[in-house]
């Protein structure tokens, strides 16, 4: 089984900024990306950025944003913690909402699988 494990919600004053961190653990053998969503209240799931082949040389990671928080927010990660960070800074009460992790992990007994942690909420006032 492979289990994520959020941490680093909390509520900020815009302009300012949170570190999101998530850990899988549990029989990997590969990680092949891992990232973070995100769910504003009456509204949907949506994309915020994820890092490709999770390496502790951020610059051999291939990583994408939203349009959104490009600029702003930065994703890291710790292959051999097999952690992802999300770095948030110049937060906007528009980034006000539930983050989920993400992983696609490749595991022996089933192939390469999404799973996802159980969100961790960000609020930002004005």
């Known amino acids: 089984q492979v289990e994520l494990v959020e941490s680093g919600g909390g509520s900020v004053q815009a302009g300012g900024s949170l570190r999101l961190s998530c850990a899988a653990s549990g029989s990997i053998v590969k990680i092949n990306f891992m990232g973070w969503y995100r769910q504003a209240p009456g509204h949907g799931r949506e994309f915020v950025a994820r890092?490709?082949?999770?390496?502790?040389?951020?610059?051999?990671?291939?990583?994408n944003y939203a349009d959104s928080v490009r600029g702003r927010f930065t994703i890291s990660g710790d292959n051999v913690k097999n952690t992802v960070y999300l770095q948030m800074d110049n937060l906007k009460p528009e980034d006000t909402a539930v983050y989920y992790c993400y992983a696609n992990i490749y595991r022996f007994s089933t192939g390469s699988t999404d799973y996802w942690g159980q969100g961790t909420q960000v609020t930002v006032s004005s």
């Open positions: 890092i490709s082949s999770v390496s502790s040389i951020t610059s051999l990671s291939k990583t």
